[in-house]
């Protein structure tokens, strides 16, 4: 882990009790006696839709012989279960969103470690969730190499009028490598590729369909050209923060695995069918929870 990146003069003095942590998006505290349940902690997932986080710890509950689950209190903002050692939570739509889960969701960890950095360092972090396929039809599932933004740069946020923080939206390719072996041998295909996350789903993902179009049909096959030359499979919205605040820490397992809902080269719209959507998702989770249950046991 990389300790001068970590806020220790915020969290470290919530380790000796010298004041609480508040993670209010979250509705828990760090002397909520819920978190005593979550200290064994070994893997956090997200995935932006609150119903799939209740969906995917009763999944892994039945896949570890009906463990208990333990839901957070507070449902307004995420959605948050524990279950047998792994934390899931939503995070919305949007790194603006999820960046808050992302920072709470560290500040909670390094409380529940109790500040232990090798222990830190054993999390495994995850996003699974929906994209736009770049040359990739609906129901692909796309391992992240590295998180863009629209313009290929890797994750930045406003410094005020000073500039910009950059980040390392890399991903760690010995994770990527294992989600794809242990998915083959479970018969399921996963491609590596890089991810654009877009601040927009239709201005920063150059879509004609939005209330306000600024592109046109030349200009948007340039762009997904461009990108899907550059290395790009696909495009949602997260990624890139995900990697770039995962990294600041020096976290170094962690994965997104996303399901593709149409190709984005043949259009805009979203119209597979609820049957077809429930698949494409049920796949990526599919792909989460084999290399879950090969690491974790
Ligand atoms: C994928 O899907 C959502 C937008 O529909 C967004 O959260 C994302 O990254
Ligand atoms: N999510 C996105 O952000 N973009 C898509 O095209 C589909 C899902």
């Not at 005020?160 to 939206?169: I, L, Q, R, T």
């Amino acid at each position: 882990m990389k300790t001068e990146n970590i806020n220790h003069a915020f969290l470290d003095p919530v380790l000796t009790g010298d004041h609480v942590d508040t993670y209010y998006h979250f509705g828990a505290a760090s002397n909520d006696p819920i978190l005593r349940g979550l200290r064994d902690v070994k893997a956090v997932i997200m995935a932006g839709s609150g119903h799939r986080i209740h969906e995917f710890a009763q999944t892994w509950s039945r896949m570890n012989g009906d463990a208990e689950i333990i839901a957070f209190p507070k449902e307004e903002r995420f959605v948050t279960r524990y279950c047998h050692g792994v934390l899931y939570a939503s995070h919305g739509m949007g790194m603006p969103s999820a960046s808050i889960a992302v920072q709470e969701l560290m500040r909670m960890v390094y409380f529940l470690k109790g500040g232990d950095l090798d222990a830190l360092e054993e999390i495994f972090w995850a996003r699974v969730g929906t994209s736009g396929g770049v040359g990739l039809e609906g129901g692909s599932i796309v391992a992240t190499t590295e998180g863009v933004m629209a313009d290929l740069q890797p994750y930045r946020v406003l410094n005020g009028g000073m500039g910009e923080y950059w980040f390392d939206s890399t991903f760690p390719q010995a994770v990527i490598d294992e989600v794809v072996a242990v998915n083959a041998e479970a018969g399921l295909a996963v491609v590596p590729g890089k991810t654009v996350a877009g601040n927009e789903f239709f201005l920063e993902q150059f879509r004609l369909d939005g209330a306000i179009c600024m592109e046109n049909p030349d200009s948007k096959m340039a762009w997904l050209e461009w990108i899907y030359d550059n290395g790009v499979r696909n495009i949602e919205m997260e990624g890139a923060m995900l990697a770039g605040y995962l990294n600041h820490w020096g976290f170094g397992k962690f994965a997104m695995i996303c399901t593709t809902l149409l190709n984005r080269l043949h259009g805009d719209q979203v119209t597979a069918s609820p049957e077809q959507l429930h698949e494409y998702s049920e796949q990526s989770g599919q792909a989460m929870f084999n290399y879950l249950a090969a690491t974790l046991g």
